[in-house]
């Protein structure tokens, strides 16, 4: 870093301040990401199954597909944004992070695009192959039409938050996510039932409220990070397109984006599985598993700290303070979602009555949470490290872990439930087994990526000092 240019008090902080200070710093703002998605996710639930079962049903086949979208946004190429963005700043680059700022918004729209163009004319087929059939598809494909055809919305918001969170700036992008959710949860109700001269759209309402809401995040966003003042800024003129500044979000960015289609494939297959007992068992594990995406979420919102003082002492080629925050955000990680799990394992009816009062649907539901939800504690670390190894740059083994956890809970719940014919409660302790298999995994990943940091070599080929560089 350049001794003449001042260091910015965020980066500042980032640089020097206490880990596990700096680290609960930037978290804590994002507790209002996971009250804002506690919000996405519970809401729409409790709004369309006053619609009835083939609705709740439905979009309950549509719900990973846009948990994936959203989390590829937020945490799979979202992280490899706010990635590279630490690390330019880290490093003094300020007008390098400026460009990467721009290549965000060009990226946003090529994936938003892409989203639509892949989920619009296979989302039929796909969801006839989940099981979807007659008014449950109905339902299904009336949601994912509206979600899919505003893609770009939901991507474009998502990488601009990651841009600012890049900077070390939590606040904001926590505020606008609140706001968008709040937003989402009030159109909802009115866009479902109907109000006055706006007409019911039922499930389709759900989804509009989904995409009018995170659009006017984006508009908001774009309008804060072009104007002059902030640590980076957006200019559309003068910057011209890079190919190398792609390449450097995709670097992190496909393996990320792997990491996010192996969470939500892996609740696609589970929920298949589920279904092959009946769908009470469907609906039971599909709302069970709602909790699933509250702990990415809330390991999201450390998760983005951990990126951030990972990625900003990388790059000021401070190796041991870059291990030190991967080490204990994992752990923090695992703490805050270990607690969710076991209020959920200890009161797990109250979560199950949200959704429904079938008392087949809410006992199948009561034992999921009461065996996977001790487990919630090693997903935790698992997504801790995951966000680590993000913050390296260097993604692919915590991948690998998690692809262990997907193979690991599928084959388990596939043997349990198609070839030993056993109780529901052995498809779900083959998830538990899972979880803890992924924690050990990613456990395994930061030390790897974390070491091969520990001897970094300066620009005259010496080794450098532990410390940072000026």
Request: net charge positive; glycine share 14%.
């Amino acid at each position: 870093m350049d001794a003449a240019k001042p260091v910015a008090p965020r980066t500042k902080m980032l640089l020097e301040a206490p880990v596990a200070t700096a680290l609960l710093r930037l978290a804590v703002p994002n507790v209002l990401n996971l009250l804002a998605f506690v919000g996405l996710i519970t809401f729409d639930g409790i709004f369309v199954s006053r619609l009835g079962p083939d609705a709740l049903a439905g979009i309950s086949l549509v719900f990973p597909w846009v948990m994936l979208m959203q989390h590829g946004a937020a945490s799979g190429v979202g992280q490899a944004v706010s990635s590279a963005v630490a690390r330019a700043l880290g490093a003094g680059d300020r007008h390098k992070a400026d460009a990467l700022a721009l290549h965000a918004v060009w990226l946003s729209l090529l994936l938003g695009g892409g989203s639509a163009l892949l989920m619009l004319p296979l989302g039929p087929s796909i969801y006839a192959a989940m099981g979807g059939h007659g008014a449950m598809h109905g339902a299904a494909l009336a949601y994912s039409q509206v979600v899919f055809g505003g893609a770009v919305a939901i991507w474009s918001m998502n990488l601009l938050c990651n841009v600012l969170r890049g900077t070390g700036d939590m606040k904001v992008p926590a505020a606008v996510i609140l706001a968008c959710v709040v937003g989402h949860v009030l159109l909802s109700p009115v866009l479902i039932f109907g109000l006055g001269p706006v007409p019911a759209l039922g499930t389709a309402g759900s989804g509009w409220g989904l995409v009018i809401s995170f659009g006017g995040g984006t508009l908001y966003l774009l309008q804060r990070l072009t104007r002059a003042g902030g640590l980076v800024q957006i200019r559309f003129r003068g910057v011209p397109f890079q190919r190398a500044l792609l390449a450097e979000f995709l670097r992190a960015g496909v393996p990320g984006m792997l990491n996010v289609v192996v969470n939500n494939l892996t609740v696609i297959v589970l929920t298949g599985l589920a279904g092959r007992a009946g769908r009470d068992a469907a609906i039971a594990y599909g709302m069970g598993a709602r909790l699933e995406y509250i702990i990415i979420p809330l390991a999201f919102g450390i998760g983005t700290g951990i990126v951030a003082l990972v990625g900003t002492n990388l790059g000021a080629r401070q190796p041991m303070r870059s291990r030190e925050a991967a080490w204990k955000g994992a752990t923090l990680a695992a703490l805050f979602a270990g607690a969710v799990g076991v209020v959920f394992a200890v009161f797990p009816v109250q979560w199950m009555t949200i959704f429904t009062h079938d008392p087949a649907t809410v006992q199948i539901g009561v034992a999921y949470l009461q065996i996977v939800g001790p487990f919630y504690a090693m997903y935790g670390f698992g997504i801790g490290g995951y966000f680590a190894c993000q913050g390296y740059g260097r993604v692919l083994p915590a991948v690998a872990g998690n692809f262990a956890r997907l193979v690991i809970a599928t084959t388990g719940g596939w043997l349990a439930l198609s070839v030993f014919d056993a109780r529901i409660e052995w498809f779900f302790a083959a998830i538990a087994c899972a979880f803890a298999a992924y924690a050990i995994a990613n456990a395994l990943a930061i030390a790897r990526v974390s070491r091969a940091q520990l001897k970094p070599v300066s620009p005259a080929g010496l080794p450098a000092s532990p410390g940072r560089q000026a």
